[in-house]
């Protein structure tokens, strides 16, 4: 049985005999493993049996939703970039231009690495990477709309299963016939 948090398992880990493994859960669960009696692991308040979420194993011991946090965070720095730019483009075209001159050369796949780099660049980039965190920062605190997310992303997943079953349930059918 593996806690869902943390991916442990009762098999036990390879410890030294002196070794005593302990902590909490991110449900605030304690655990602890000793292998001086070669006692598996026991969870206090192991919660596995009553939590209905799935182990995800292969995110290098962070969840699936730090990743997708992560992958959030970057492109809230997209969003804030373009509507930095869109800002410019009104009333400082030379902003503008400077801009987007460093976004040819620099990519925005890493938002903090992106923003690093135009901080270092000079002061008057500086002074738009500032700007980019502050509108990043208020565009996911206050104007992304994270209830649309959540049925965006729920209606997606069931749509694409839908028609993922609905093409392969087609293609057999089609074998079946010829045969």
């Not at 880990?13 to 005593?20: A, I, N, W």
């Not at 902003?95 to 002061?123: K, W």
Request: with cysteine; glycine share 4%.
């Amino acid at each position: 049985m593996k806690c869902c948090c943390l991916g442990i398992s009762n098999l036990p880990p390879s410890l030294s005999d002196s070794s005593v493994l302990t902590g909490k859960c991110r449900f605030g669960f304690r655990y602890y493993y000793s292998p001086l009696k070669k006692r598996q692991m026991r969870f206090h308040g192991f919660h596995a049996l009553r939590c209905h979420k799935m182990y995800v194993p292969g995110f290098g011991g962070a969840s699936p939703e730090s990743k997708a946090a992560r992958n959030l965070q970057d492109f809230f720095t997209y969003a804030a970039v373009r509507i930095v730019l869109a800002q410019l483009e009104s009333y400082n075209p030379e902003a503008y231009q400077e801009l987007m001159e460093f976004i040819s050369h620099n990519s925005l796949n890493d938002g903090d690495t992106f923003c690093r780099r135009l901080m270092r660049e000079s002061p008057r980039h500086k002074s738009l990477a500032l700007r980019i965190l502050e509108v990043r920062s208020a565009y996911s605190k206050k104007d992304f709309e994270w209830d649309n997310l959540k049925k965006l992303a729920f209606k997606m997943v069931d749509e694409s299963n839908t028609r993922l079953m609905r093409e392969y349930v087609t293609e057999t059918s089609h074998l079946e016939n010829e045969q």
